[in-house]
């Protein structure tokens, strides 16, 4: 008796431990990248490979010096906040309508907010390229606003709905039955409720703009964004200064996980409450 | 008393225009103007260097009068489909023993630290992990190197061939699918395992007949969603799969990687938007096969 529970004991272990193990292996591989990222952008190492050959700052020199992915990085802090801001604007503004209004095409109107993200950015970047070059409006950074503020009202609009769809209906009543006209009830009620929604609406909005090549890569000209200048380094030659711009990219984006953190997986974890 | 006092101004309030014009203007002209173009411009052709509004069904002749010979556009498609699919698979599965492993082996109050470890890399650059995947598995890489150091002497290809791809896919396609599949393991209800086991199932029949059926829709949600990405995608094919990457189908490039090549190297926009339409078509119907299949799940919950 007490030999066949041993036994089921150490089997029901066996399994918890097979289960650490692999946990343990799949995140090693998570996060092996970002790991060798980190630390090949401090190697001296002119190929980025094992033996290491000693740390060093030359890779952030040669960045600084060269310039050319620096000012992509600049670039792209300039198109992802313009996209990010105009996406989480129009996002609120369909998340409240949406949110609220019963109209004839609602379910329509919904489906096809939420369909940019389903298309293949590849898709969504030669059409664009079309009609942009089509207008004349293609080449310039302003081009990849444009693209990327579409891309991005869908995840924004996301986010924020699953926060609006939080708020009591008795809230916004209140406030009418109180006196409030509906644009002041939106400003001084509903924006307020939604705020965190917002915000981390904004910050998926950011990093996936941040990230965004295909599209990039089809309308942008002279001027390019980030990953697009680090494909055509990629693509011309070996160089471990990639490393160093990728620790860098790593360490900003790591300020907007923080804040995600605090603001969107709440939103997952309230619902799984309720 | 607030039915009688407030009537919400739903249907009649100025706010309901106000609301819906930026963002349905902004669709109109940037979403849906655009894939109509897109339709329109693969039947114009290019002359001079100039597109030309003359319709033309000459883009479309010239894809599928060569589809699997000289051009292999048809190739390049059954790879893209082939890798998709496979790595769909693969990285739901990756996945989903993760996400278990999470809600059933690390106590509550860490699970929260182990999620956010694993959107860890969501938050890095793609293409710089991209890169970093190329240092990794290349032929003089850190992976090679290692297994030197333990005595193998064939160094592995991974690099340029389509499992590099799906590597780099897998890996991009892990936060968002771990997250999926935590939320819906963290809804199957415990009370359930717990009367499967005390009614004397093992581990693994109330795995299978459990859990399993009860995650079926987040599976195969999660499933659909790594197909489609991993079918658009460009880079991964591009970077680590070396844009003509080997599988046992052949060295044919992903049918994205071939629209970006095509473009790039002629610059014909016509062509590229046809070969685009072409793409559309194809999602279309895995969309439609995808909703069956999701449909399927529900109706065997209820």
Redesign the interface.
């Known amino acids: 008796m007490t030999e066949g529970r041993l036994s089921l004991y150490l089997r029901e272990n066996g399994y918890r431990l097979a289960g650490r193990v692999y946990l343990f292996l799949g995140f090693i591989f998570l996060l092996l990248p970002i790991t060798f990222l980190i630390l090949f952008s401090f190697q001296r190492n002119v190929y980025s490979s094992l033996p290491l050959q000693g740390w060093s700052l030359q890779w952030y020199d040669k960045l600084v010096e060269d310039g050319v992915l620096f000012d992509a990085l600049l670039n792209s802090l300039y198109v992802s906040p313009i996209a990010a801001t105009a996406a989480s604007v129009i996002g609120f503004l369909a998340a409240y309508a949406l949110n609220r209004f019963v109209f004839p095409g609602r379910i329509l109107t919904a489906t096809i907010l939420i369909l940019p993200i389903l298309i293949p950015p590849l898709i969504l970047g030669v059409s664009l390229l079309g009609l942009l070059s089509r207008l004349g409006l293609h080449g310039q950074l302003y081009s990849i606003i444009i693209a990327h503020t579409l891309l991005l009202t869908a995840p924004a609009m996301a986010i924020i709905q699953l926060r609006l769809a939080q708020m009591p209906p008795t809230l916004e009543e209140a406030a009418w039955d109180l006196g409030a006209n509906e644009l002041q009830t939106v400003w001084r009620v509903v924006l307020p409720w939604a705020l965190p929604g917002i915000a981390g609406g904004w910050l998926l909005a950011f990093t996936f703009s941040f990230d965004e090549f295909i599209i990039a890569w089809f309308v942008s000209g002279f001027d390019q964004t980030l990953p697009v200048t680090v494909y055509n380094v990629m693509i011309a030659s070996h160089d471990p200064s990639l490393n160093a711009i990728g620790t860098i990219v790593f360490g900003l984006l790591l300020l907007t996980l923080l804040g995600a953190e605090l603001l969107i997986i709440p939103l997952f974890m309230r619902r799984r409450r309720a | 008393m607030?039915d009688s006092?407030?009537i919400?101004?739903?249907?009649r309030?100025?706010?309901?225009l106000t609301?819906?014009a930026?963002?349905?203007g902004?669709?109109a002209i940037?979403?849906?103007?655009?894939?109509a173009?897109?339709v329109v411009?693969g039947f114009w052709i290019v002359r001079d260097y100039q597109i030309v509004a003359e319709f033309s069904v000459g883009n479309y002749i010239d894809i599928f009068s060569q589809f699997f010979s000289r051009s292999r556009f048809g190739w390049a498609l059954v790879q893209s489909i082939y890798v998709a699919v496979t790595t769909s698979v693969f990285a739901v599965i990756?996945c989903y023993?993760?996400a278990?492993?999470?809600v059933?082996?690390?106590p509550e109050r860490y699970q929260?630290l182990?999620?956010?470890?694993?959107?860890?890399?969501?938050?890095?650059?793609?293409?710089?992990?991209l890169?970093?995947?190329?240092?990794?598995l290349?032929q003089?890489?850190?992976l090679n190197?290692?297994l030197g150091g333990l005595g193998l002497d064939d160094p592995l290809i991974i690099t340029n061939t389509q499992i590099g791809t799906r590597i780099g896919l897998i890996?991009y396609l892990?936060?968002i699918l771990i997250?999926i599949l935590y939320?819906t393991l963290?809804?199957v209800n415990r009370n359930l395992i717990e009367a499967a086991r005390e009614l004397g199932a093992t581990?693994l029949q109330a795995f299978w007949r459990v859990i399993v059926p009860l995650s079926r829709l987040g599976l195969t949600f999660a499933f659909g969603f790594g197909v489609?990405v991993s079918?658009?995608?460009?880079?991964s094919g591009m970077?680590v799969g070396g844009g003509i990457g080997q599988s046992w189908l052949g060295s044919y490039p992903l049918y994205?990687n071939m629209?970006?090549a095509d473009?790039n190297s002629y610059t014909n926009?016509p062509r590229?938007?046809a070969l685009?339409t072409v793409?559309?078509l194809i999602?279309v119907v895995m969309?439609v096969v995808a909703y069956r299949m999701a449909d399927r799940a529900r109706q065997r919950l209820a």
């Open positions: 607030t006092s407030v919400p101004p739903s249907n309030s100025p706010l309901k609301f819906l930026p963002p349905v902004y669709y940037f979403f849906i103007a655009p894939l173009f897109l411009l990756f023993f993760l278990m492993g999470i059933f082996c690390v929260r182990f999620l956010v470890l694993a959107i860890l890399p969501f938050w890095s650059s793609y293409i710089l992990r890169f970093a995947w190329q240092l990794i290349a003089k890489g850190v190197y290692v890996h892990a936060p997250i939320i963290i809804n581990r489609i079918f658009g995608d460009v880079l970077l994205s629209i970006m473009y926009l590229t938007a685009a793409m559309v999602m969309l």
